[in-house]
Structures are given as structure tokens and as C-alpha cells.
């Protein structure tokens, strides 16, 4: 029953709001969010120089061996400033897998470069038919003597424009919707047959739409084992469900916070509206969804730290299906307690909530972890 | 630590604490705490006060064991655990007793005599406080919603004699004094009625004294107060929906789905009372005001129980007392008979936990106010 941090992750916790809270205002994060790339390449730099590249990532990878409640730690506070640099995509996403699954020469090739920031990537697994089922896959990968050979398509990849390479679902075998015969593949960004549609997603980030029209790879290309890929989506999904969630956890504190701060100046009737009962309620509400939020993602992370297993993805599904619905309730209260500047683009309000309602469909919606939850 | 939660939980697992969970839903109109074989239990495992400090008399726990066993004690009984005089009277002695009032505590923790505190009237504001100890030493006035009041050897009466408010010790048979049961929802009466018509009283039976309005308001929240733990009552309440669902009875995507929202908002439930007891243990701010807290606890203890109530159907009609009278046995499933007691009761338990003032609005401004959330709530719940 111990809550505390140590120091190592007191500093980095501290590290990591201090940036947010000085370096990250929010008219300077619009501009970056309406700029070509979507992200600041030089803030991107800083995260690699302040080490915060390498906190998932074990030393022996070049890391500095954080966990989970690490990643907690930062993502929270990402959240409290609406990042957009690719973290998530780049870091626990596509290097996660490579973390989880990838050989020496490719942690020492890819990861490497992830970690001091020269090199971006982005984890392609989603399809269209395929929602959130990780194991429905139509894209295909056959052998051909020492390559493989790669046809499909992948939706809704995150940091697809600005990613070096890609971490690449596809059915090396199996029935379409098998979780046996999926693998993973790198594929670098300037492979033949590989082409993008890039465009901005509703909360200001960046995604692509990719075809693989006959990509080929070499066989050191495969990730892990050929067949038993699923299980390491599955790992890297979950712990990108941890940080978007903590994200999530993030948004809904500057949300709630904002808005007491809010209620207690706006005067109606000749009062400020924080005296009015029922909008005092309603507070009393978001606070409550933001600290159920809050203790279901302490938990989600100490089980994840304790090693993966259906506990722990049971505690993932349960943070999950918390934060889609108090995300959903603290966002739209801010909105409307703000009134008519809750709408406004020049306000960060209605920004914090576009991340929140991005954050409940990403890696699978209420519904979908409610199941999961009482399947596991 | 760990082997304290396993020696607590597996004393309640024995076969004693079965039997004594049967005894408390059997209709003998005895409660767990009155039952004297409970008690004893009580005296012998120094479990008298299980939240209260060394010096009061209890065992000096840390917020941690303090936790566990609260918590343990619910998941095992529907009932209080707790007699009265030691949830109410005991602890108001201690804060405001005088000399006297504080040596009543040796009766109180002997177990010895049976306590009622008789504090809540009609109104609550302190202005409006009518039960008044006039000069002539007469005490008039009426009391409502007095807990346990029935069983009372021993009143320890709130009232206000001049402007201060004091503590009368009273025994409950004291001509002038006339207790009327408060039938409650469930068909159990825990509550009382009681009217003071000129009781006589001396200056020695004043116990002790509330310097102010805003002891007084302490008081009501203390009284009113749940201890940690209550997440242990719901996770029974659920073990009993799951068992539903899983037997085919209600089972249904409707009801799994409902089941897993319950499930995950008990875990959230869980999370933040440890938070709260690990903040209280390092004396840093509680990161959640404890009547919101007590609010969240007791709006999902009445959503378990209406999915119970509603795996049940039909069945959580018949009314168990009037079947009970007859010596009949249970219509359709015992458990359906209980399960629409416990929803009544966990109603009732809404309705007394806000009798101090609405639990939202005393959060709200909790809240609002920015005030440190170190308040009077989490002292009472952790001290």
C-alpha cells in the first residue's frame, strides 16, 4: 500500500513538469500543431538529450530501464500539456515492440537511433475491417527464398509522415482473424512498393494511410519469431493503452482544475457560478472521474510492473474502459461549465477534450475493454 | 503487515465468524455487535475500538491494519461490527468529555454497558438546537434518528445549556424520558424517537462539553461517518451478483456488462481508500476529501445492490420478516429475500451517512475553497 515515488522517479516526474509548465505553453504548442511536420524537431532533440527517449528501454538496450510507472510518470504530465511530439508512436509503440521482440543488430540498428532522436517510427497494425482486433489482418507476408514479401494495407498510422521506419503487422499464415501466423516487420519509409497518405487527426497529430504493394524485405527484417507476433502487439498495445491513458489522466486534471478556477471568477447574477449548487456538483463529479481515473492507472502500472500476464492486462482493460468514460464526462462538463469559450479554438478546453475523445476510440473503446475485461 | 491481513482473514473465515454470519441475518432481531458471544469475541482479540489509539483504550493500529480489518469485517457481515458505544459515544467522550466523561470510558471499553448518543434533532442548525437544559436542572426537548437507542442501558444526550452545549449522562429509563422506535425501510428498527419531558438531571451527569458551533458540527460528521473499508460490503454484495450471472440465472450480456462496470469502479473504489490510508500513514494531505469518498462508496454500494436486486426478478418481492414470522421457508431463494433487505438498508445507510449535511456539498466546498484536505473527515476516518 505504498503510493510513493522514488527518487529516481520523483526527479523525472519533476523534470518532465517542469518542462510542460515552462517550456510547453499553449500558444506556442498551436503553432507547432498548425507547422508541416506537426512537432518540434528541437524539442524532440531536448527529450533525447534530457534522456527521456531512453526511460523505457532497458541499459542494456541503452536505456535507463524504466517501467511502467515511469512511463506513467511522463505521459501523465504529457497529458497535462497536450504534447504532440510523438512519443507514444516512436517510443512505446514501435520501439516497444523492438524492445520486446527485436534482435541485437536491430535494437542496436533502430533503437539506438530512436533513443538519441535521429531516427522516428510508427507502429502500422491497425486495418480497416479489422477495428480493434489486433488479429485481423489481411495484409500478407510471403516467403520468397530469403525475403518476404509484403501486400496490404494499414490505417490510421500514427506519426506515419514523419516516421524513419515502420513496425509492420502482417499474416504470415493463419485465417484472417488468427492470433497465430501474424509477425511483424520493420520497413524502412523509403522501401519500394510502400506508399502514404498522410493527413492531421482531429486532436492535431499526424497519421498516415500506408499500401504495400509488394514491399520486400529481408528475412532479418522479422520480428520476433515468424507466427507469434500477436502476443507482442498485444504487450505493445497494452503498455500504449498505460501511456495514453496516463495521458488521458493528465488532460482531465488541467480540465477540472481549469474549470473550479473558471467557475470561481465568472460572475452570473452577481455571483460567481461556482455558488451555484448544481454546478458545484458537477465539479464535485470531474474531480471524482479524474481520481478514479487517476487510482485505476496506478494500479494498471504496479501490475504491468510486476510482469505481464492476464492480471495485468485485466487492470490495462479496467483503466481503459475508466478513462474513455470519465474522459467523455470531465471533457464535455469543462465545455459547457466554460460555456461559450468551452468551443473556441483559442481556448485550450475544448483541445484537452478532442485529445480525451481520440484517447477513448485509440487501441479500443469502452465497449471494447468492457468485454475484454470480463473475458480475462 | 501481510501476516496480520492473513491472520485477520482467516480468523473471519473461520467457522465462529460463519456462524455469527448466519446469527446476524437470521430474524432474532439481535445484531451482530448485541449478540454476546460477538462481543466476547471482541474483548479477547483487543479488538474494542479497532480504530481507536492507545490511549483511548483500542489497540494503537497503524491507518493500514485499521484498513484491512474495517475491511475485512465488511466482505464478512452485513451488520455493523461495531456496538454503538463505541462507534458514537466512546470517541465523543473522548474529544469533549470532561473528567467525569472520561471515566466512563472504562464501562465502554469493558463492553459492559450499552450506550446510545442522542444528538440529531429536526433541524441541524446549532442556533435552532432545542432540547435544553434549563436552569432548574430539567431537560426538555426531543431527539430524532438515535441510533441503537432501544437496547440503551445508558443516553448520552447533546444539549445546549445556555449558549455552550453539553453532555448529559443519562440512564435511559429516567422517568420523563420516552424512546419510540423508527421503523426503517428494511423492517428493522435501529432508529429512534426520543422525547425529554423535564427530565430531572444533576450537574454531575454532565460529561463533557462542546466549546462551539463548529464542535458541534464536528460531532454530527463524526457520528455519521463510515470508517474505511466499505469497498469490503460492496465486494460482497458483487461476489453474490457474479455468483447470479455465473448460475445461469441472469445471465446476459446486459448483466456481464453491468457486472464488469461494477467490478472496475470497485477497483477504483479500493485504490483510493489506499491512497487515502497510505496518505494518512505519511502524513501528507489525503489526495481525496473523505466525504466524497464516503459519497462514491455508498452511490456504488446501491448500484451492486440494484443489479443484484435485479438478477434476482421476481424473487426480490417477498418480504422476508412476514415469511419469517411464520417460520415458512424462503420463496424462490433465500438470497433474493436478503438481497432486497440489503438495497432498503443500504438506502437507509445514504440517507444517515448525509443526515450532517449533504456529502456532495461538503466536498464541494472542500473543494472549492482549496482548503488543505487534511480536514475533520480524514482524521476521524484515520485516527
Given at each position: ?131 480493434f482486433n489486433l488479429a485481423d489482418l489481411t495484409t500478407t507476408a ?235 | ?259 464488469a462496470e461494477l467490478e472496475i469502479a470497485l477497483q477504483a473504489l ?44 421476481y424473487y426480490a418481492l417477498p418480504y422476508p420478516d412476514e415469511i ?60
Open positions: 500500500m505504498d503510493f510513493s515515488f522514488n527518487e529516481e522517479q520523483t526527479l523525472l516526474e519533476d523534470s518532465v513538469a517542469r518542462f510542460v509548465q515552462n517550456d510547453y505553453g499553449f500558444e506556442d504548442r498551436q503553432k507547432v500543431v498548425k507547422s508541416e511536420d506537426g512537432f518540434s524537431t528541437e524539442k524532440w532533440q531536448i527529450f533525447a538529450e534530457l534522456g527521456w527517449l531512453g526511460v523505457h528501454f532497458s541499459e542494456a538496450d541503452g536505456g535507463f530501464g524504466g517501467g511502467a510507472v515511469e512511463s506513467m510518470l511522463m505521459l501523465e504530465n504529457f497529458g497535462k500539456g497536450l504534447v504532440v511530439e510523438p512519443y507514444l508512436a516512436t517510443v512505446v509503440l514501435a520501439g516497444g515492440a523492438l524492445k520486446h521482440a527485436g534482435t541485437a543488430e536491430q535494437k542496436a540498428q533502430y533503437l539506438t537511433a530512436v533513443i538519441d532522436g535521429s531516427k522516428q517510427a510508427a507502429l502500422a497494425y491497425a486495418e480497416p475491417q479489422g477495428r510471403q516467403k520468397d527464398g530469403d525475403n518476404y514479401v509484403i501486400n496490404g494495407y494499414k490505417a490510421v498510422v500514427l506519426n506515419g509522415p514523419a516516421a524513419d521506419f515502420f513496425v509492420v503487422t502482417a499474416r504470415t499464415s493463419g485465417a484472417q482473424r488468427d492470433e497465430a501466423g501474424v509477425s511483424l516487420f520493420i520497413v524502412r519509409n523509403d522501401a519500394k512498393g510502400l506508399s502514404k497518405r498522410d493527413y492531421p487527426t482531429v486532436d492535431g497529430l499526424r497519421a498516415s494511410e500506408l499500401t504495400l504493394d509488394g514491399v520486400t524485405v529481408a528475412e532479418d527484417a522479422l520480428v520476433g519469431a515468424e507466427g507469434d507476433g500477436f502476443k507482442i502487439v498485444e504487450r505493445v498495445v497494452d503498455d500504449g493503452i498505460l501511456a495514453v491513458g496516463s495521458e488521458a489522466v493528465g488532460c482531465m486534471e488541467v480540465l477540472y482544475k481549469d474549470t473550479v478556477e473558471y467557475c470561481k471568477t465568472r460572475e452570473q447574477f452577481g455571483q460567481p457560478i461556482g455558488k451555484f449548487q448544481v454546478l458545484q456538483h458537477r465539479m464535485v463529479d470531474m474531480f471524482m472521474e479524474h481520481e478514479q481515473s487517476k487510482s485505476l492507472m496506478y494500479m494498471a502500472a504496479m501490475r504491468m510492473d510486476e510482469g505481464y500476464s492476464p492480471e495485468a492486462q485485466k487492470a490495462v482493460s479496467a483503466f481503459k474502459v475508466q478513462v474513455g468514460k470519465s474522459g467523455r464526462f470531465v471533457g464535455q462538463n469543462a465545455v459547457q461549465l466554460h460555456g461559450g469559450m468551452g468551443m473556441t479554438d483559442e481556448l485550450n478546453i475544448g483541445h484537452y477534450f478532442k485529445r480525451l475523445t481520440i484517447i477513448d476510440t485509440l487501441f479500443g473503446n469502452v465497449d471494447f475493454h468492457l468485454k475484454r475485461f470480463g473475458r480475462l | 503487515m501481510r501476516r496480520f491481513a492473513k491472520q485477520s482473514m482467516a480468523q473471519f473465515s473461520s467457522q465462529l465468524m460463519q456462524s455469527f454470519s448466519l446469527l446476524a441475518t437470521k430474524q432474532t432481531g439481535i445484531a451482530l455487535w448485541d449478540d454476546p458471544t460477538w462481543r466476547s469475541c471482541l474483548l479477547e482479540n483487543n479488538w474494542v475500538g479497532a480504530s481507536w489509539p492507545l490511549s483511548w483504550g483500542g489497540p494503537g493500529w497503524t491507518s493500514e491494519q485499521k484498513f484491512r480489518w474495517y475491511r475485512a469485517c465488511h466482505q464478512s457481515f452485513e451488520d455493523y461490527v461495531e456496538p454503538p458505544e463505541i462507534r458514537d459515544v466512546g470517541p465523543c467522550l473522548q474529544r469533549w468529555g470532561n473528567h467525569r466523561g472520561r471515566g466512563l470510558m472504562a464501562g465502554i471499553t469493558s463492553l459492559d454497558v450499552r450506550w446510545s448518543l442522542a444528538l440529531f434533532e429536526g433541524s441541524f442548525t446549532p442556533a435552532d438546537f432545542a432540547t435544553k437544559l434549563a436552569s432548574s436542572w430539567r431537560l426538555s426537548g426531543s431527539k430524532t434518528q438515535v441510533r441503537f437507542a432501544l437496547r440503551a442501558d445508558r443516553l448520552l444526550v447533546v444539549a445546549k445549556q445556555g449558549e455552550k452545549f453539553v453532555l448529559l449522562d443519562i440512564a435511559s429509563d429516567t422517568p420523563g424520558i420516552e424512546i419510540a422506535p423508527m421503523v426503517g425501510l428494511a423492517g428493522d428498527v435501529t432508529l429512534a424517537q426520543i422525547q425529554f419531558n423535564d427530565v430531572l438531571v444533576t450537574e454531575e451527569q454532565i460529561a463533557g462539553e462542546l466549546e462551539s458551533s463548529e464542535a458541534l458540527r464536528q460531532l454530527c460528521y463524526q457520528t455519521v461517518s463510515l470508517e474505511l473499508g466499505r469497498s469490503g460490503a460492496i465486494e460482497r454484495q458483487l461476489v453474490a451478483a457474479r455468483q447470479q450471472v455465473e448460475a445461469g440465472v441472469a445471465a446476459s450480456a446486459e448483466f456481464s456488462s453491468r457486472l479500493v485504490i483510493m481508500e489506499k491512497r487515502v490510508v497510505a496518505a494518512s500513514a505519511t502524513d501528507v494531505p489525503s489526495p481525496i476529501p473523505w466525504s466524497l469518498l464516503q459519497a462514491q462508496g455508498l452511490a456504488l454500494q446501491l448500484e451492486v445492490g440494484e443489479l443484484v436486486l435485479d438478477t434476482f426478478g419469517s414470522l411464520h417460520n415458512e421457508g424462503p420463496i424462490g431463494s433465500s438470497s433474493g429475500m436478503t438481497a432486497s433487505r440489503s438495497m432498503l438498508r443500504a438506502t437507509e445507510q445514504v440517507n444517515y451517512a448525509n443526515l450532517a449535511g449533504d456529502l456532495y456539498d461538503i466536498a464541494a466546498e472542500e473543494l472549492l475553497s482549496g482548503a488543505d484536505r487534511v480536514g475533520m473527515h480524514e482524521k476521524i476516518a484515520t485516527e
